[in-house]
């Protein structure tokens, strides 16, 4: 297994395709990037698959190349983790439309260059697709577990849906089964602001090093501030002043937010493209699970034999509890086992990345019931 | 049914093996868990504090954070074989629309509740003039989640009201089960199935 180099870290494939997307067009080849954790085991039985969200990678639980810092969910994924990669055999891909070595407007198309705004316009279930063609070439027929929190929650949702004899168990993590007005308003922002930078050019950028960090990292700013509770940003930034004893009159970043904010944004330029933004946005502003099955949510999951696991946060008002009610309503309308539990903690939609502990014992409690 | 709490060691030993049952206000999930593990029943659960939700996940039951009075309109009718609700009946804020939604969801519904008429509560509110505070009812009046103290007598014209069956009955008093000679004396606790 481990001189199998399908498994490890930092792995990619281009697979010939072709992925039939949902808006019409043709995706070929269909290069991923991946990382897997853990050993398959013979029967292939033990894999779960990680679903990242908008911003997300596949560096789950290794060290980011451009950052230098740890995997975004270290906490969840690793030896004696809930999501145990002593026991379980962990795939984590990079979504396509990404920029982290999935086929995306950076990638090049057959006249050599890149995509840009060539590049069409993506769902959430063609990234669903595609994941599945990953797992065919990986072995891996039925998932253990589909895991994912907000666009991860959104693809896990969509896994259920799309493939039900493929995933015995879905936990879906401060999630929604569609984006709302509010939801595709902020988005919408974020876009104009990329756009409305001059160095955007209609997405052709890639040749000369000029790229639209000034819109993109407004874009990180507005929908960052979604991320976050107010109650959180109180008791972190209140209405402190940044390194100073006083107002200075002027449009400098006097507070410690907005400072906070512009440090934000700043490093997201670095490590993130502008026209993958557009392009995962999109695909999330266009998600909604009714709308593919008749306008029933339960339609969705009619018959699967998947179990759900929900988790919402009090304090998230991007992707409310009522978001993850309406799907628990319409798992129980279909007759799906269902887990839903709202947890508190204070720091809104984030808050399945940082240090809810009881976010970490439901997840293990239901991934461990699955084996039973 | 070694550990459980009386009323539910009757629910656990009477429900069939291998039925499908929805336990309404499920706690910490014990009966869930028994009814799973010794019963291979498919137990669902819906739980009002976060708290025990989560510990019942934790545990690997399936189990929706949920309230009586406004969440059981989710279920299809008869999705279960058995809805049950143990000593939450007297919590709700409308145990009629509550009632009529466990026969509803379940082909069958039990019902537990501690019974208001037993002599010790009745002697303490005759001769101590104050809202009885009992082993079996702990809390005081401004702390209790007991909203609509009910009696068996109260809970029998209830369902006959309503054209409702009963189909077993089962008085403790303690750990023991009791006739149902002047069970309204004598009860504390009463357990119903029932069915339209």
Known sequence: MSDDQRFGLNRKISLSGPLALDGGGRLAPVEIAYETYGTLNADASNAILLCHALTGDQHVASNHPITGKPGWWTRMVGPGCPVDTDRFFVV???????????????????????????????TIRDMVCAQAMLLDHLGIGRLYAVVGGSMGGMQALTWAATYPTRV?????????????AQNIAFHEVGRQAIMADPNWRGGDYYHDGKTPDAGLAVARMAAHITYLSEQGLTEKFGRRLQDRKAKTFGFDADFQVESYLRYQGLTFTDRFDANSYLYITRAMDYFDLAEEHGGHLANAFRGAGTRFCLVSFDTDWLYPTSESKNIVHALNAAGAPVSFVELSAPFGHDSFLLDVPELNRVVDGFLKAGGQ | ????????????REVKAGSRALDVGCGDGALLAALRDQKQV??????????????????????????????LSDYPDASFDYAILSQTLQTTARPDLVLDQLLRIGRQAFVSFPNFAQWRIRWALMFGGTMPVTKQLPDRWYDTPNIHHVTIDDFRSFIAERGVRIDGQWFLRGEKLISAGAANLRAQHAVFLLSR
């Open chain 1, 92 to 122: 984590c891909p990079n979504v396509i439309g990404s920029c982290m070595g999935s086929s995306g407007p950076e990638s090049p198309a057959t006249d050599g260059a890149p995509f840009a705004m060539r590049f069409p316009v993506i």
């Open chain 1, 168 to 180: 015995a168990s879905a936990v879906v993590i401060a999630s929604t089964a569609r984006h709302s």
């Open chain 2, 1 to 12: 049914m070694n550990g459980l709490r009386p009323d539910l060691a009757i629910i656990a």
């Open chain 2, 42 to 71: 498919d137990a669902r659960g819906m739980e009002l504090n976060r708290d025990n939700v989560a510990a019942c996940v934790a545990r690997g039951l399936s189990v929706i954070q949920g309230n009586a009075d406004t969440d």
